[in-house]
């Protein structure tokens, strides 16, 4: 089916540890965005790539690094986990008509 | 600056009931508005989209019209199902380089048979 796909969907990591989240779209999409959800705070924008070799950052971008390594996939690197990083996490991609959404990454940081 | 604003939830309204979510927006030219639906467990759902005053968007049974001299989009339904239990999202997008979406903090609605 076309539309994003997120890997891992869950994921538990001790603090200070670093990994990868994955992410893939096949719409031909030129943008795409790494949001974080987390209860009271709605969803807030960590970074977005508006086309291919562009990155740029969104509203809490602390603690975080992504990639975007071809016009499909953008990832998001976290080096040194920490408990405040907590939260479900959000691809999406956009061409004018609205954010497509993958189903997300639960983290947790212990 | 831009901004979203929505009824506080939650919401609990019995099946077949009417629902009406609030929603108003605060941006500088004339965005695009949405509605998203979050069911519980999954990502966000593109429900329905206005881009344009006076335009209705519409989908499953739910509406919702761009009312710019009010900047309000309320989203509607006329009888609700307890398969509408979710969260619903009011967001309006800016016509930017990386159309970034400005989101609303959400909506709570459960529905009780």
């Known amino acids: 089916n076309a539309g994003v796909t997120q890997t891992p969907k869950f994921q538990v990591l001790k603090t200070g540890q670093s990994m990868t989240l994955q992410c893939a779209q096949d719409?031909?999409?030129?943008?795409m965005y790494w949001y974080r959800q987390d209860p009271g705070m709605g969803l807030r924008l960590i970074y977005y790539?508006?086309?291919?070799?562009?990155?740029d950052k969104g509203e809490v971008p602390n603690g975080y690094n992504v990639s975007r390594l071809n016009k499909r996939e953008f990832s998001l690197r976290l080096e040194s986990a920490a408990p405040s990083q907590t939260s479900v996490y959000f691809c999406?991609?956009?061409?004018?008509?609205?954010?497509?959404f993958g189903s997300g990454t639960r983290l947790t940081v212990v | 600056g831009n901004s979203v604003t929505q009824m506080e939830g939650p919401v609990t309204l019995s099946e077949e009931a009417f629902l009406t979510i609030n929603c108003t927006y605060t941006?500088?030219?004339?965005?695009?508005l949405f509605w998203y639906v979050q069911y519980p467990g999954e990502g966000l759902q593109l429900l329905l989209k206005?881009?344009?005053?006076?335009d209705k968007g519409s989908n499953k049974g739910f509406e919702a019209t761009y009312r710019k001299e009010t900047t309000s989009f309320h989203l509607e339904k006329g009888s609700v199902q307890v398969s509408d239990s979710a969260v619903y999202f009011c967001?309006?997008?800016?016509?930017?380089?990386?159309?970034?979406?400005?989101f609303g903090p959400g909506t709570s609605l459960s529905v009780i048979p």
């Open positions: 941006a500088t030219g004339y965005p695009s």
């Open positions: 999406a991609s956009n061409q004018g008509h609205g954010y497509t």
């Open positions: 206005a881009t344009k005053a006076d």
């Open positions: 790539s508006a086309s291919e070799g562009t990155t």
């Open positions: 719409m031909n999409h030129n943008s």
């Open positions: 967001a309006l997008s800016l016509k930017t380089s990386y159309d970034k979406v400005i």
